[in-house]
């Protein structure tokens, strides 16, 4: 099992001993052999997590990227690029870091996670000699957290059970279509309904985030919409001062059977304890990438 943490700037490698303790702050009890498991992390990480999978305003500027891949081969870890949905501004934004990990760390297993279907292909088509991943965002499924029980509807028929446990990485046409446009890896999270389990691709490497997935995202934030102007909030921005960085925003008042907190421009679910558990002693994650989002969420 490879295991990664994201990261957001190079001194947040100082404080891998920490995230163990934020996992547990978030669940409170677990089972000895779970808090065993997350007690372990720090000590087995391989690779760094850097950019932002949903907002073009947290992804670094190159003399950071340049600054977080120091630190990452000091530290003996590969390093993966977050990337956002974007437009053609951000797409060109983002192609100075690609010619960075393109000529500084070809060798050294970077890669590139595209959430945009436009950046996905820019980046095979300009710059192939970096590894491409299908990122989260690109695997649709249901994820409402209002569903209040989810094996009543699960049980009302067979397509209303798939409903709830299918997603658009577990469908053989997308599969081969990942592997025609050159695709290395499907970035996931565990889905909130049905079975706690991942399917696997042959061909295809498989990432899944931990301790949260996501819901729902969008150009609109709420959190950096706080000290904007009457009549300037909740707009799309051309740029941001970021103030959700640091900030994570539990959701009170929704009726869920699950946790909710948002972090700047995104909700995301906690996954139940039942989930870390399986993450801890199933052996059918042993071939997976957990991608732990304890610091830069």
Not at 7 to 26: N, S, V, Y
Not at 67 to 77: H, Q
Not at 252 to 279: H, I, K, M
Request: glycine share 8%; charged share 25%; proline share 6%.
């Amino acid at each position: 099992m490879e295991l990664a943490v994201h990261l957001r700037h190079p001194d947040q490698l100082k404080e891998l001993d920490q995230i163990t303790a934020l996992l547990l702050g978030l669940y409170g009890d677990l089972d000895p052999e779970v808090r065993a498991w997350l007690r372990s992390i720090p000590d087995r990480v391989e690779r760094l997590y850097v950019g932002d999978e949903f907002c073009i305003h947290r992804m670094p500027d190159a003399a950071a990227l340049e600054a977080l891949m120091r630190t990452a081969d000091t530290s003996g870890c590969r390093v993966t690029l977050l990337t956002p949905p974007v437009t053609d501004e951000g797409l060109e934004r983002c192609a100075s870091l690609f010619r960075l990990l393109e000529t500084q760390a070809p060798d050294a297993g970077a890669e590139v996670v595209a959430n945009d279907w436009g950046l996905l292909a820019a980046v095979r088509e300009r710059h192939p000699r970096l590894t491409v991943a299908a990122g989260r965002l690109l695997n649709k499924g249901f994820k409402d957290p209002r569903l209040a029980d989810a094996p009543s509807v699960a049980g009302i028929s067979g397509e209303a059970e798939a409903l709830l446990a299918a997603c658009t990485f577990d469908v053989s046409p997308f599969e081969q279509k990942m592997r025609a446009l050159g695709v290395g890896r499907l970035e996931r999270d565990l889905f909130p309904y049905g079975e706690v389990a991942m399917k696997t691709v042959a061909g295809l490497g498989a990432s899944l985030y931990f301790p949260f997935g996501c819901i729902s995202t969008g150009r609109v934030c709420w959190i950096a919409s706080f000290e904007a102007p009457a009549g300037r909030r909740f707009r799309p921005v051309d740029a941001c001062r970021r103030p959700c960085n640091g900030l994570l925003l539990e959701l009170g008042g929704a009726a869920s059977q699950f946790r909710l907190f948002e972090g700047g421009n995104t909700v995301f679910y906690l996954y139940p304890p039942s989930a870390l558990r399986s993450l801890a002693t199933d052996e059918a994650y042993e071939n997976v990438r957990l991608v732990c989002q304890g610091l830069a969420i």
